[in-house]
């Protein structure tokens, strides 16, 4: 069984900054593509970033580029989405996701991710 869970989220105010963290168990996680998305109270769940499986190739909606980072570490089973300049319309919670179908890859639909997080709240203030 593959279990993901995130850390790091918090309130913050406008302009600051936060580093999620997703740790892996269960599986072979350098087999996996990884993603973070987040969702808003009252949105649908809206795709982040990805970063494929050897961490050279990362994906970023247009919002937030520039702005966050997302990197991963093999070694210890954990993806990382450092996000800075942070701004009100960030706040969401932000689920971590992994996957390992071929249409994962630059994937930003939820549907092709096998395996979630629970969840971690980011609130900025304004």
């Known amino acids: 069984q593959v279990t993901l869970v995130e850390s790091g989220g918090g309130l913050v105010q406008s302009g600051g900054s936060l580093r999620l963290s997703c740790a892996v168990s269960g599986g072979t996680f350098s087999n996996y593509a990884m993603g973070w998305f987040r969702q808003a109270p009252g949105k649908e769940r809206e795709f982040v970033s990805a970063?494929?499986?050897?961490?050279?190739?990362?994906y970023y909606v247009d919002s937030v580029k520039g702005r966050f980072t997302i990197s991963r570490d093999n070694a210890k089973n954990t993806v990382y989405l450092e996000m800075n300049s942070l701004k009100p319309e960030d706040t969401a919670v932000y689920y971590c996701?992994?996957?390992?179908?071929?249409?994962?890859?630059?994937?930003?639909?939820?549907?092709?991710?096998?395996?979630w997080g629970q969840g971690t709240q980011v609130t900025v203030s304004s």
């Open positions: 996701a992994g996957g390992r179908r071929p249409s994962v890859m630059g994937s930003r639909s939820p549907d092709d991710y096998d395996y």
């Open positions: 970063i494929n499986w050897g961490g050279g190739v990362t």
